[in-house]
C-alpha cells in the first residue's frame, strides 16, 4: 500500500494534516541540507507575435512495435498538394521523438510543402538565466534591482503538407526587471533560480523554419541557497509495502451488511412501544408507519407485517402487501 492508501490504517505515521496537538510525536531535532528560498515572484503574461526559429527537427515517428495505423490521418490530395487533418502529437516529447527516429526503420522523410503550425509547449520546468545584474537599494535594506533574461525552452509541433508531424525546438526569452529581498552577503553565496512554463495559443508558418506564435508564460524567480538547517521531526518514515493493483471488484459487495436491515421496523414515531411497533387508535398494532392509518390498511402475505396505508411492497421481506381496508 501507499502511504494515502485507504488499507493503510497507521494514519498517524503518513504524511498529511495532524490530528490533535501537533506538537505531540515530535521527538528529536535532525539537521537537514536544503535549498532554501530567501525570496520569490511569480510573473505571467501573453507574448504576442513571438517570432521563433526552430532547430533539431525530428519526423514524429511510432514507437518501434506500434502500428502506423495508431495515429490516423485524413489527407485530400491533388498532385503534389494536400489538405490533412491529422491527430495532435503533443503527448510526445523532443526526446521521445528522436529515439523513435533512430530506432526507425528504413530511411526517414523530409519535409513537403508548406508547414502548418499545431501546438507548441515548455519542454523543462527549468529556466536559463542569462544577463543577470543584481543592484541592492540604499533606500530599502536587503531589497535590489534583479534584472536578467530567462529562456524558455519549447516544443514545437507541426505538419507538412504530406501530414507527416515534426517536432522541433525554439527558445523563448522573456526580460524581467523587478524587486527581491536578497540576504546578505555570506561564505555560502546565494544564487538565483527560475520555474517556467509555457503553452502557445497560436502560431503561423512564415517560413525558413520560422514561425509567428502567441504565447502564454510563468516565470518564477527564486533567490536560493544551499544550506544546513536544524528541523524537528517525528522520526523517520515507516515505509508502508506497496499495494499491488487488483481491480478489486468484490469490495463493494464485501461491504454490504451481513444480514437485511430495516428501514421501517426500527423508525421511531408517535406512539412507538419498545419492541419498536406502533399503537394505533383502535389498539392495533402496526409494525410501521405513522400512528393513525391512513388510507387504510396493508398486510404482507408472508411475513405478516401490518403497515398503515395501502402499500403494494413489504418493507421487511418485499413480498406482496394486501390490502385490509
Known sequence: MSFYSYKNANTDACPGPANGNILNGLNQRVCVQVKNIYDSCLSQQQLDDQRIVIENIVPVLPAPGCAPAGRPCTCECDDNRCNCT???????????????????????????????FESCRSSTTAGRISNLSIE????????????????????????DQRCQEWMGQTVVQVDRDILLCIPDDSIIPFTL??????????????????????????VVLKV?????????????????????????????????????????????????????????????????????????????????????????ICPRCGSAMTNLS
Not at 541592492?136 to 505538419?159: G, H, N, S
Not at 512554463?197 to 502564454?216: K, L, Q
Open 193 to 218: 533560480e527560475s520555474l517556467v512554463s509555457a503553452i502557445c495559443v497560436s502560431g503561423s508558418y512564415i517560413g525558413n523554419c520560422r514561425f509567428d506564435i502567441t504565447v502564454c508564460v510563468t
Open 86 to 116: 491529422c491527430p495532435s502529437g503533443q503527448g510526445i516529447t523532443h526526446q521521445e521523438a528522436v529515439e523513435n527516429a533512430e530506432n526507425a526503420t528504413g530511411p526517414l522523410p523530409r519535409p513537403v510543402g508548406a508547414w502548418t
Open 136 to 159: 541592492r537599494l540604499t533606500d530599502r535594506p536587503q531589497f535590489a534591482r534583479v534584472r536578467c533574461t530567462v529562456d524558455v525552452p519549447l516544443d514545437v509541433l507541426f505538419v
Open 224 to 312: 536560493i541557497a544551499e544550506v544546513d538547517i536544524m528541523v524537528p521531526t517525528y522520526g523517520f518514515c515507516q515505509v508502508p509495502p506497496c499495494e499491488e493493483f487488483a481491480e478489486s471488484v468484490c469490495d463493494e459487495f464485501f461491504s454490504l451488511p451481513l444480514f437485511p436491515q430495516s428501514s421501517c421496523a426500527f423508525e421511531t414515531v408517535e406512539g412507538a412501544t419498545a419492541n419498536g411497533t406502533t399503537s394505533g387508535a383502535n389498539g392495533t398494532t402496526y409494525a410501521c408507519g405513522p400512528v393513525k392509518p391512513v388510507n387504510g390498511l396493508s398486510q404482507c402475505s408472508s411475513c405478516g407485517t401490518t403497515c398503515a396505508g395501502n402499500g403494494a
